[in-house]
């Protein structure tokens, strides 16, 4: 039998916290990997409340490939969460040599140290981004993939096809998995988002607002092709998704294939109106917004087709958009 010792990079972030948690409840023991460039070793001690368990934690940078390496042989690891990357759209514009350099030869070093330790399983954060404005919707995971918008997305591209020519060899078996629009926090505050700066997502940016930190949320847009005119997204909670995680690493374990892709999200599609109405009505906040103009780069609308994690995985969303906005108004609450 396979250890149940995963190795989670990006373990202390907004999405690889939460991932741990659930390991965590569900038997698994996570082996943290974090070079804090986007978050708090505070979130250890989070981990620690809610599950009573502290995980083992590496400062290190998966550039480190041979550090990376003794990792994997000392853990006896079976699986790695691989969520270790820039994630911010514009910065990457600015940088992108950055983004490349941190996302696709990040993986590279994972993969080499991973093919040297002989540990064969990798579950991958991808994104809905690669689907662009897709022409049907919702996107299955055979919709065309589109030209990316920025550095950012072409980092999630181009790794997708990096692992789907490694897994080729026989090498590796890997689980993508793109996740629509994550958002939310775990229910005990103890762990959530910590955006750098000014949010750009939409959620963030809600809480900021009601808490006095931002004067106003703009919304960019109310004249797109949709029934209020506002941007339509399918906005997955974060425990949901790392929920999807413990169900790929007990997947990876049993299928016979090389690589495989899912959607991750609730297969329904929610407007930035109807999430400020949902925030409002839901935390009895009022809200300060007006109407801007549309975002450069913003799609349409897009939710997922989510049949087949559904079917293989046997995973689906259980919590909504009202979830979304109760948790992470707590978790914004408790950060003032
Ligand atoms: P995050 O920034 O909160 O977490 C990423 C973590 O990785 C951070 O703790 C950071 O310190 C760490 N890290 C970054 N580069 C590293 C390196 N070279 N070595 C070691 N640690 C490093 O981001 P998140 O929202 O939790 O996203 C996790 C993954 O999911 C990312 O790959 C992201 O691109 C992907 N993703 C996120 C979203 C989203 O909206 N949050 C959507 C789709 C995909
Ligand atoms: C972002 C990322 C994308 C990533 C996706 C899923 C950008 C440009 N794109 O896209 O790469 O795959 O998250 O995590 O960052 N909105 C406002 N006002 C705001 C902020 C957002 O009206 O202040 C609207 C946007 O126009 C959009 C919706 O809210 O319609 C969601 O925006 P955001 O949270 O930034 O996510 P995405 O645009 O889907």
Same mark, same amino acid.
């Given at each position: 039998?396979?250890?149940?010792?995963?190795?989670?990079?990006?373990?202390?972030?907004?999405?690889?916290s939460?991932?741990?948690?659930?390991?965590?409840?569900?038997?698994?023991?996570?082996?943290?990997?974090?070079?804090?460039?986007?978050?708090?070793?505070?979130?250890?001690?989070?981990?620690?409340?809610?599950?009573?368990?502290?995980?083992?934690?590496?400062?290190l940078?998966? #550039?480190?490939?041979?550090?990376?390496?003794?990792? #994997?042989?000392?853990?006896?690891i079976?699986?790695?969460?691989?969520?270790?990357?820039?994630?911010?759209? !514009? *910065?990457?514009?600015?940088?992108? #040599?950055? &983004?490349?350099?941190?996302?696709?030869?990040?993986?590279?070093?994972?993969?080499?140290?991973m093919? $040297?330790?002989?540990?064969?399983?990798?579950?991958?954060?991808?994104?809905?981004?690669?689907?662009?404005?897709a022409?049907?919707l919702?996107?299955? *995971? =055979?919709?065309?993939?589109?030209?990316?918008?920025?550095?950012?997305?072409?980092?999630?591209?181009?790794?997708?096809?990096?692992?789907?020519?490694?897994?080729?060899?026989? $090498?590796?078996?890997?689980?993508?998995? =793109?996740?629509?629009?994550?958002?939310?926090a %775990?229910?005990?505050?103890?762990?959530?988002?910590?955006? #750098?700066?000014?949010?750009?997502?939409?959620?963030?940016y809600?809480?900021?607002?009601?808490?006095?930190?931002?004067?106003?949320?703009?919304i960019?847009?109310n004249? &797109?092709?949709?029934?209020? !005119?506002?941007?339509? =997204?399918? &906005?997955? %909670?974060?425990?949901?998704?790392a929920?999807? %995680?413990?169900?790929?690493?007990?997947?990876?374990?049993?299928?016979?294939?090389?690589?495989?892709?899912?959607?991750?999200?609730?297969?329904? !599609?929610?407007?930035?109106?109807?999430?400020?109405?949902?925030?409002?009505?839901? $935390?009895?906040?009022?809200?300060?917004?007006?109407i801007?103009?549309r =975002?450069?780069?913003?799609i349409?609308?897009?939710?997922?087709?989510?049949k087949?994690?559904n079917s293989?995985?046997?995973?689906?969303?259980?919590?909504?958009?009202?979830?979304?906005?109760?948790?992470?108004?707590?978790?914004?609450?408790?950060?003032?």
């Open positions: 039998m396979s250890s149940k010792n995963i190795l989670v990079t990006g373990g202390l972030g907004f999405i690889g939460h991932t741990v948690v659930e390991l965590i409840n569900a038997g698994y023991f996570p082996i943290i990997i974090d070079n804090l460039s986007n978050s708090d070793l505070k979130v250890l001690d989070g981990i620690e409340k809610i599950t009573g368990k502290k995980p083992v934690f590496y400062n940078d998966i #550039l480190q490939t041979d550090d990376l390496e003794k990792i #994997l042989n000392v853990n006896n079976s699986s790695v969460i691989h969520f270790a990357a820039y994630k911010a759209v !514009g *910065e990457s514009v600015e940088k992108p #040599l950055d &983004y490349y350099y941190n996302n696709v030869s990040g993986i590279i070093s994972l993969l080499k140290a093919q $040297n330790s002989n540990v064969k399983n990798i579950i991958f954060s991808s994104s809905c981004t690669v689907y662009g404005q022409a049907d919702p996107v299955t *995971e =055979r919709t065309p993939l589109i030209k990316a918008e920025s550095p950012y997305g072409n980092t999630k591209k181009i790794c997708e096809e990096i692992l789907y020519d490694f897994s080729k060899t026989g $090498n590796v078996k890997v689980v993508s998995l =793109r996740y629509f629009n994550p958002a939310g %775990h229910k005990s505050s103890l762990i959530g988002e910590l955006p #750098l700066g000014i949010p750009n997502n939409l959620i963030p809600i809480t900021q607002t009601a808490a006095g930190l931002r004067n106003i949320l703009t960019f847009g004249n &797109y092709n949709t029934p209020d !005119g506002t941007c339509i =997204r399918d &906005y997955i %909670h974060v425990v949901d998704l929920l999807a %995680h413990v169900k790929s690493v007990e997947f990876i374990n049993k299928f016979t294939d090389n690589y495989e892709v899912f959607n991750i999200g609730t297969g329904k !599609g929610t407007s930035v109106l109807e999430i400020v109405n949902t925030f409002e009505n839901i $935390n009895f906040v009022k809200l300060n917004y007006s801007g103009e =975002r450069k780069g913003d349409e609308q897009i939710w997922a087709d989510c087949k994690a293989l995985l046997g995973w689906e969303a259980k919590l909504d958009i009202s979830d979304i906005v109760k948790d992470a108004w707590n978790w914004q609450k408790q950060l003032d």
